[in-house]
Nanobody, 114 residues
Framework: QVQLVESGGGLVQPGGSLRLSCAAS????????MGWYRQAPGKQRELVAA???????NYADSVKGRVTISRDNAKNTVNLHMNSLKPEDTAVYYC????????WGQGTQVTVSS
């Protein structure tokens, strides 16, 4: 069993920055693909960024150039650094980990508003 706990969400003004973190615990013995999705009210959940076991990254077009995903393997943590935030980035952000299926975190709210 794997548990994922996100942190770092909150309220930020347009143009601001946030760093989200996701800590994995449980039956973790090696490195797994991880990433972040987000879901805005009334919209489908969408991929924001993903990182593979070889640290290859993938980003949604809407966040390219503004978002960086990274991982700390020693801490089993994946981070999402978000800059130049826009009101349309407002959503609940969910961390995931792929290991014999997909595990999800509980989500963290990001609100971009003046």
């Amino acid at each position: 069993q794997v548990q994922l706990v996100e942190s770092g969400g909150g309220l930020v003004q347009p143009g601001g920055s946030l760093r989200l973190s996701c800590a994995a615990s449980g039956s973790i013995f090696t490195i797994y693909p991880m990433g972040w999705y987000r879901q805005a009210p009334g919209k489908q959940r969408e991929l924001v960024a993903a990182i593979t076991t070889l640290d290859s990254t993938n980003y949604a077009d809407s966040v390219k150039g503004r978002v960086t995903i990274s991982r700390d393997n020693a801490k089993n943590t994946v981070n999402l650094h978000m800059n130049s935030l826009k009101p349309e980035d407002t959503a609940v952000y969910y961390c995931y980990l792929d290991y014999n299926g997909r595990y999800w975190g509980q989500g963290t709210q990001v609100t971009v508003s003046s």
